[in-house]
């Protein structure tokens, strides 16, 4: 049982580490393409490159979100997998919902 919980719960550090690196590139990537953005002389190219910049912002956030979730199920479903191999409660109490709150 101890062997599941420190798989899960390593899954689950790894899983906020690429995460946090995703969110730092994504935010530099929007950085430099909000300044290139109002580098634009013209008014209606810099709206829409300012726009796109932040389009793309949003885009790649969700995918980060949706990457750190999928991870975290993944790893809460192998750990209830292998709680039930070893015979073990899986039952910590609040479960995977704690991990939702990150």
């Keep these: ?3 599941a919980i420190d798989a899960r719960d390593a899954a ?3 899983a906020f580490h690429k995460y946090s690196d995703a969110v730092k590139s994504a935010l530099r990537t929007r950085s430099s393409a909000v300044k290139s953005a109002w580098s634009q002389t013209d008014a209606q190219v810099r709206k829409g490159a300012v726009n796109a910049a932040w389009k793309a912002y ?3 956030m ?3 979100r949706k990457a750190l979730s999928a991870t975290r199920k993944d790893a ?3 750990y209830k997998a292998d709680a039930k191999s070893c015979r073990g409660g899986i039952d910590e109490g609040v479960g995977t ?3 939702n709150q990150l």
């Design 12 to 14: 689950i550090i790894t």
């Design 58 to 60: 949003d885009s790649m």
């Design 62 to 64: 969700k995918t980060n």
């Design 76 to 78: 809460w479903s192998r």
């Design 1 to 3: 049982m101890l062997s």
């Design 97 to 99: 919902n704690a991990d």
